[in-house]
């Protein structure tokens, strides 16, 4: 169960961040964190499809890894989270840890397509919330690594940044093996699962 001391600072964190964001004229300055309601559903996800083996593509400062981690730790699950910007996997490794989820999370500094492309794991979650013009080549691998017992894929940003991410989608519609759907859920997340 979720905590209520975990709602109210994940509360408070969403609100800072907000906050920076708001201060930043330059979009990569930005933390760029998904939207609360969005996380939310990530974390109900982890508990309804006691998802053991969570993968996040783009960390950031952490708030999505934060709610995958504390739904992860009810599950007795796991979370692998990529993300370019050294200092940001730092700041996001130090809200972990004074959430005590760090035992929950492995924080992985990188290019995702260099992990994506040598990782042979199988994961029963994965969120895809990084730079978008790279996400239809990250597809053949993301495929190969969902897990073929309902694995299910996240994207996020398909309402607000349609444009960026129609190439992904269209690769996704056009592979009979695959079925999505639009949540009009913050700023738009597809949802991906096998036939």
């Known amino acids: 169960m979720t905590s209520t001391v975990f709602l109210k600072r994940i509360?408070?964190?969403?609100?800072?961040?907000?906050?920076?964001?708001?201060?930043?004229?330059?979009?990569?300055?930005?933390?760029?964190?998904?939207?609360a309601e969005s996380a939310k559903l990530?974390?109900?996800?982890?508990?309804?499809?006691?998802?053991?083996?969570?993968?996040?593509?783009?960390?950031?400062?952490?708030?999505?890894?934060l709610w995958l981690a504390e739904a992860a730790?009810?599950?007795?699950?796991?979370?692998?989270?990529?993300?370019?910007n050294a200092f940001r996997s730092a700041q996001a490794k130090k809200y972990a840890e004074e959430f005590s989820l760090e035992?929950?999370?492995?924080?992985?500094?990188?290019?995702?397509?260099?992990?994506?492309?040598?990782?042979?794991?199988q994961y029963d979650l994965i969120l895809l919330d990084a730079e978008r013009g790279s996400y239809a080549g990250y597809w053949n691998d993301l495929k190969r690594l969902m897990s073929t017992k309902g694995g299910t894929l996240i994207i996020d940003n398909v309402i607000s940044h349609p444009a960026e991410v129609k190439p992904l989608l269209d690769l996704i519609k056009n592979?009979?093996?695959?079925?999505?759907?639009?949540?009009?859920?913050?700023?738009?997340?597809?949802?991906?699962?096998?036939?």
Not at 11 to 23: I, N
Not at 42 to 65: D, P
Not at 103 to 115: H, Q, S, T
């Open 11 to 35: 509360a408070d964190l969403y609100d800072e961040f907000k906050q920076h964001d708001a201060r930043q004229a330059d979009r990569l300055r930005r933390f760029r964190n998904i939207e």
């Open 42 to 65: 990530l974390a109900m996800l982890v508990r309804t499809q006691q998802s053991q083996r969570i993968l996040e593509i783009g960390t950031s400062t952490g708030y999505s890894t």
């Open 73 to 84: 730790k009810t599950v007795s699950g796991h979370v692998q989270t990529l993300e370019i």
């Open 103 to 121: 035992a929950y999370i492995d924080f992985w500094v990188g290019d995702a397509a260099d992990y994506l492309a040598t990782s042979t794991e």
């Open 175 to 195: 592979d009979e093996l695959y079925m999505s759907t639009i949540l009009p859920i913050g700023a738009g997340l597809c949802m991906v699962v096998t036939k």
